[in-house]
């Protein structure tokens, strides 16, 4: 079973009120948590007390006889500590004093922080760090018993008359002990920080932030992020059924080839916004040859299935058989690489054909810039260990990587598949949506 060690700062109520004769907060959660270890953080005003009367390890000793377990004292003393008020300075030894004391914990060990006592820049270092979730703890708040703010004197402060006369030792005494979420600070800061994460189309890390928290509210919006980590990932199944189930539209285009290079393309898109370099490069090559295929398609009137069949490895292969039905289209191959007219189907041959058919002399340097691309780029990238920037590409290709995705969304508007220029920025319009939803 594991150990349960508090930490709490020691205020002016501790150890026990003599305006109210009733614990202070530090005093109170022993009581009721009963913990094995206790760390006591004192500040030089808190330490000067301690010495003149035993104060604080006195009640607690007490309380160790009363409820018959024993409470291991582990004293941070801060005798330089006079500025007591300093956010800053509190905070940044608080950060301190816990990362000590969790590297000393077990693994079934529970950290509770008492968040009631000391100065108020010492209680709001506590509620930060409950709010940031950097560490693993309970915070403890503690209310007064005349549920009003507390008195602070110390004049004539009788540590043992005011431990027989403290009203909490009565067997029927009131737990006082709050668990502290903040959970509208919680709920906004996991909000904030799941935007970010979509705001960069890294999903997975916001489902992430959703899985970790507590909060039910923000857990309903997981699946829409997950429609959108699906997306990302081709699975158009998947998109589809949580479209149906969420009641949303965000895939513009819905069936056939159209559908599977429009989003693939986006993919890319993505990759060379995030700064994806390499993953851009290597992504490419896949687009390119069915992009290619789709524009000698609907430019030129070849459909290549005409002219190749598929291997038992599945390789797309030209068909001398076929091919002899269309003596013109075999001659610009074999132009292009003789070598190659029975091997498989490359984008390098259909670009040939494209250049010899179309009339379109955009076309045609669109078709060429993005061989260069892939000739010049993708196989470095692919096959030598390198790092990957824009300069990099631009000094290989004389383009930057998003003039490179520009030339792919020219490429498609030759396409035939109707793809509206507005239609690219169709990522942002679903991110838009879902954080639209997380404003409810």
């Given at each position: 079973?594991?150990?349960?060690?508090?930490?709490?700062?020691?205020?002016?109520?501790?150890?026990?009120?003599?305006?109210?004769?009733?614990?202070?907060?530090?005093?109170?959660?022993?009581?009721?948590?009963?913990?094995?270890?206790?760390?006591?953080?004192?500040?030089?005003?808190?330490?000067?007390?301690?010495?003149?009367?035993?104060?604080?390890?006195?009640?607690?000793?007490?309380?160790?006889?009363?409820?018959?377990?024993?409470?291991?004292?582990?004293?941070?003393?801060?005798?330089?500590?006079?500025?007591?008020?300093?956010?800053?300075?509190?905070?940044?030894?608080?950060?301190?004093?816990?990362?000590?004391?969790?590297?000393?914990?077990?693994?079934?060990?529970?950290?509770?922080l008492n968040v009631s006592s000391g100065t108020p820049a010492m209680k709001s270092s506590l509620l930060v760090m409950n709010v940031l979730g950097e560490f693993d703890f309970t915070a403890v708040q503690v209310s007064t018993p005349e549920k009003s703010i507390n008195e602070h004197t110390h004049d004539?402060?009788?540590?043992?008359?005011?431990?027989?006369?403290?009203?909490?030792?009565?067997?029927?005494?009131?737990?006082?002990?709050?668990?502290?979420?903040?959970?509208?600070?919680?709920?906004?800061?996991?909000?904030?920080?799941?935007?970010?994460?979509?705001?960069?189309?890294?999903?997975?890390?916001?489902?992430?932030?959703?899985?970790?928290?507590?909060?039910?509210?923000?857990?309903?919006?997981?699946?829409?992020?997950?429609?959108?980590?699906?997306?990302?990932?081709?699975?158009?199944?998947?998109?589809?059924?949580?479209?149906?189930?969420?009641?949303?539209?965000?895939?513009?285009?819905?069936?056939?080839?159209?559908?599977?290079?429009?989003?693939?393309?986006?993919?890319?898109?993505?990759?060379?916004?995030?700064?994806?370099?390499?993953?851009?490069?290597?992504?490419?090559?896949?687009?390119?040859?069915d992009l290619f295929e789709a524009i000698l398609k609907k430019q030129c009137g070849i459909d290549i299935d005409d002219y190749t069949y598929f291997d038992k490895k599945g390789g797309r292969r030209w068909s001398d058989k076929k091919l002899e039905n269309n003596p013109e289209l075999k001659e610009i191959?074999?132009?292009?690489?003789?070598?190659?007219?029975?091997?498989?189907?490359?984008?390098?041959?259909?670009?040939?054909?494209?250049?010899?058919?179309?009339?379109?002399?955009?076309?045609?340097?669109?078709?060429?810039?993005?061989?260069?691309?892939?000739?010049?780029?993708?196989?470095?990238?692919?096959?030598?260990?390198?790092?990957?920037?824009?300069?990099?590409?631009?000094?290989?290709?004389?383009?930057?990587?998003?003039?490179?995705?520009?030339?792919?969304?020219?490429?498609?508007?030759?396409?035939?598949?109707?793809?509206?220029?507005?239609?690219?920025?169709?990522?942002?319009?679903?991110?838009?949506?879902?954080?639209?939803?997380?404003?409810?």
């Open positions: 079973m594991g150990r349960i060690i508090l930490f709490s700062p020691v205020g002016g109520t501790d150890p026990m009120s003599q305006n109210n004769f009733y614990d202070g907060s530090m005093i109170h959660i022993c009581r009721v948590y009963k913990p094995d270890i206790v760390y006591l953080y004192m500040s030089n005003e808190m330490l000067e007390f301690q010495k003149a009367d035993d104060r604080y390890m006195y009640c607690i000793r007490k309380l160790e006889e009363r409820n018959n377990h024993h409470i291991e004292i582990r004293m941070i003393e801060r005798p330089n500590l006079t500025e007591v008020q300093r956010f800053d300075d509190i905070y940044s030894d608080f950060v301190e004093c816990i990362k000590m004391i969790t590297a000393d914990m077990r693994e079934d060990d529970k950290l509770l004539g402060y009788d540590v043992e008359t005011l431990w027989d006369m403290n009203q909490d030792n009565c067997e029927s005494f009131i737990n006082r002990c709050n668990e502290v979420e903040c959970p509208a600070l919680l709920y906004q800061k996991n909000v904030e920080s799941a935007k970010k994460f979509i705001d960069n189309y890294d999903y997975s890390a916001a489902l992430e932030i959703l899985d970790n928290s507590t909060n039910k509210t923000i857990k309903e919006y997981a699946d829409f992020i997950l429609l959108a980590k699906i997306r990302l990932e081709l699975d158009f199944s998947g998109v589809s059924k949580l479209e149906k189930k969420l009641g949303v539209d965000c895939t513009p285009v819905k069936t056939g080839d159209a559908k599977k290079l429009f989003e693939y393309a986006l993919t890319l898109q993505i990759k060379q916004k995030r700064k994806q370099y390499a993953d851009f490069l290597r992504a490419i090559t896949p687009l390119i040859a191959l074999q132009g292009d690489s003789p070598e190659l007219v029975l091997g498989y189907v490359y984008s390098h041959n259909i670009k040939s054909i494209i250049e010899n058919k179309s009339n379109d002399q955009n076309l045609k340097r669109i078709v060429n810039d993005l061989r260069t691309v892939e000739d010049k780029v993708r196989n470095m990238a692919a096959h030598q260990i390198i790092s990957v920037n824009d300069d990099m590409i631009r000094e290989c290709t004389g383009y930057d990587s998003r003039v490179i995705m520009n030339t792919i969304i020219a490429a498609f508007d030759y396409t035939g598949f109707n793809i509206k220029r507005d239609k690219w920025n169709s990522y942002d319009d679903m991110n838009a949506v879902i954080k639209a939803k997380m404003m409810i």
